[in-house]
């Protein structure tokens, strides 16, 4: 069983930066297709960013493009997610998901397990 555990969120300004980590247990993040998703009061969960198990895909929501960066630590053995120019509108609680061999993507069915979630808040 893959346990994720997210980190790293908090309350920032627009136009600061945060970067989440999501850490991985039971399994190596190098035989992970691991995605971030997001979930704002009222609405429902969106994909965010992506990366499959090879490392070689990797995809971002047309509104985080340019801003959001996706990456793997392999020696921590997290997947990470670097949030610059952040703006009210970024503000939800961040989800880490993963499936084994996964290809990544932006279809939550295509995720076995998640994270808790961190908040993230971002004030105007």
């Known amino acids: 069983q893959v346990r994720l555990v997210e980190s790293g969120g908090g309350l920032v300004q627009a136009g600061d930066s945060l970067r989440l980590s999501c850490a991985a247990s039971?399994?190596?993040?190098?035989?992970?297709?691991m995605g971030w998703f997001r979930q704002a009061p009222g609405k429902e969960r969106e994909f965010v960013a992506s990366?499959?198990?090879?490392?070689?895909?990797?995809n971002y929501k047309d509104s985080v493009k340019g801003r959001f960066t996706i990456s793997r630590d392999t020696a921590g053995n997290t997947v990470n997610l670097q949030m610059n120019s952040l703006k009210p509108e970024d503000t939800a609680v961040y989800y880490c998901?993963?499936?084994?061999?996964?290809?990544?993507?932006?279809?939550?069915?295509?995720?076995?397990?998640w994270g808790q979630g961190t908040q993230v808040t971002v004030s105007s």
């Open positions: 039971a399994r190596t993040v190098s035989t992970l297709g």
């Open positions: 990366i499959s198990w090879t490392g070689t895909t990797i």
């Open positions: 998901a993963a499936r084994a061999y996964g290809g990544g993507g932006g279809y939550s069915g295509d995720y076995d397990y």
